[in-house]
T-cell receptor, first 112, second 116 residues
Framework: EDKVVQSPLSLVVHEGDTVTLNCSYE??????LLWYKQEKKAPTFLFML????IEKKSGRLSSILDKKELFSILNITATQTGDSAVYLC????????????FGKGTKLTVNP | GAVVSQHPSRVICKSGTSVKIECRSL??????MFWYRQFPKQSLMLMAT?????????EQGVEKDKFLINHASLTLSTLTVTSAHPEDSSFYIC????????????FGPGTRLTVL
């Protein structure tokens, strides 16, 4: 059974801190790993990773994938209160389907 | 852009009634739409994959006769929860796949269903 595990489940930090969110997975025929930010409603896309060792960056956010260890991290530097959200990790298995398998998410709270 | 809308955003109904939720891709055509369910503090769980003009593919454990999915056009998919019960109360989110290099999925804002 395909599985995605995120840790920690929740995290509380102060503005300016740097955080690292973890995502490990077990899927058949891995195709890609995606990170989403979910505030109140719809998840919004952050990154898609397909190759090991290539860091993707967007402003203060960055992510990298290790396909050997079946693991990805999402880093947020100089956190702001607006970064408070649930961060979801999802994996797209192979086999021709476009389905996504999601982890439970990491709830990040950034306090002023 | 790639905007996906859902209607209604929130619905409260009595046990035994049926509820229809609409998912629309507003500015792109979506040959594939996905329906997810999210219980409190749980992950998004895929319920079914909906392809335009064909029958939906349901995930294991999801009753196709209870959760009716219709994908009648390239911009609209509907999910009908038939004979809803309190245990069906959940957050239902759709996503639409936009054709492109990454075949990215764009999510709707979700529908909060409460069955009394």
């Amino acid at each position: 059974e395909d599985k995605v595990v995120q840790s920690p489940l929740s995290l509380v930090v102060h503005e300016g801190d740097t955080v690292t969110l973890n995502c490990s997975y077990e899927v058949t025929n891995f195709r890609s790993l995606l990170w989403y930010k979910q505030e109140k409603k719809a998840p919004t896309f952050l990154f898609m990773l397909t190759s090991s060792g290539i860091e993707k960056k967007s402003g203060r956010l960055s992510s990298i994938l290790d396909k050997k260890e079946l693991f990805s991290i999402l880093n947020i530097t100089a956190t702001q209160t607006g970064d408070s959200a649930v961060y979801l990790c999802a994996v797209r298995p192979g086999g021709g389907s476009e389905k996504l398998v999601f982890g439970k998410g990491t709830k990040l709270t950034v306090n002023p | 852009g790639a905007v996906v809308s859902q209607h209604p955003s929130r619905v409260i109904c009595k046990s035994g009634t049926s509820v229809k939720i609409e998912c629309r891709s507003l500015d792109f055509q979506a040959t594939t739409m996905f329906w997810y369910r999210q219980f409190p503090k749980q992950s998004l769980m895929l319920m079914a994959t909906s392809n335009e003009g064909s029958k939906a593919t349901y995930e294991q454990g999801v009753e196709k006769d209870k959760f009716l999915i219709n994908h009648a056009s390239l911009t609209l998919s509907t999910l009908t929860v038939t004979s809803a019960h309190p245990e069906d109360s959940s957050f239902y989110i759709c996503s639409a796949r936009k054709r492109g290099v990454n075949n990215e999925q764009f999510f709707g804002p979700g529908t909060r269903l409460t069955v009394l």
